[in-house]
């Protein structure tokens, strides 16, 4: 039985999370938090599998409470749930020591499973930044961006650069419209950019359109 604290300053917060992990056989809420002291207090004075960290409550930032943990616990596993975008903050968090990143968007059967993976030893991070990170870490570093694109990725990016929308490339391609935006997130993960607007800079800075 894996025991949990949640860390959040949020009574509603905590309350939510209480109730999602209520619901599962395999682990049980062992403490509450609302501060970093009020963490660090917890964690001296009881035993705990995982601690889910919100990195914004009041006073010291998340990251420096993280550290604590880690100093004060190495092996405690910290998965980390954050109103902050994974491209804030998910790197940072996990080279301070988290075992885990999640938005406070996720789904409850992904904060379930990652509290699981987690509570086993192993990291959770979503596909999303798994991507990024492989991409981070690509060793092939004489290519372009977009050379690292697929055919489809390639076509989406020209005619988002054009200017035509996730519509009318869906027309034009026979694709349903999701199946286009998720083409689009892609692209920006590869290409580590965050909007249209950067896209369509970067393909006319190479010719790519005209």
């Known amino acids: 039985m894996a025991r949990i604290l949640i860390a959040d300053d949020h009574a509603v917060v905590r309350e939510g999370l209480r109730q999602i992990i209520a619901k599962q056989s395999d682990m049980v809420v062992a ?29 010291r930032s998340g990251l420096e409470i993280l550290a604590d943990i880690k100093k004060e616990q190495p092996d405690l596993r910290v998965l980390v749930l954050s109103i902050y975008s994974e491209d804030l903050y ?24 990652a509290i699981r993976k987690v509570s086993r030893g192993g990291k959770y991070i979503s596909p999303s930044l798994a991507e990024r990170l492989a991409f ?43 199946s286009v935006s998720t083409y689009r997130s892609r692209i920006l993960i590869k290409m580590n950019l965050k909007n249209n607007a950067e896209l369509a800079h970067y393909a006319i800075r190479n010719g790519l359109v005209d």
């Open 31 to 59: 403490g509450e938090a609302a501060s970093g002291p009020d963490v660090l207090n917890k964690i001296r004075s009881a035993s705990y599998d995982v601690v889910l960290l919100d990195l914004s409550m009041p006073g």
């Open 90 to 113: 998910a790197v940072r968090a996990l080279k301070a020591g988290a075992s885990g990143y999640l938005t406070k968007e996720s789904a409850p059967e992904q904060l379930v499973e």
């Open 136 to 178: 981070a870490l690509d060793t092939d570093s004489d290519k372009l961006p977009h050379e690292k694109l697929s055919d489809r990725e390639y076509q989406v990016l020209c005619m988002i650069a054009s200017g035509k929308t996730v519509k009318e490339i869906a027309g034009e391609l026979a694709l349903s419209v999701p």
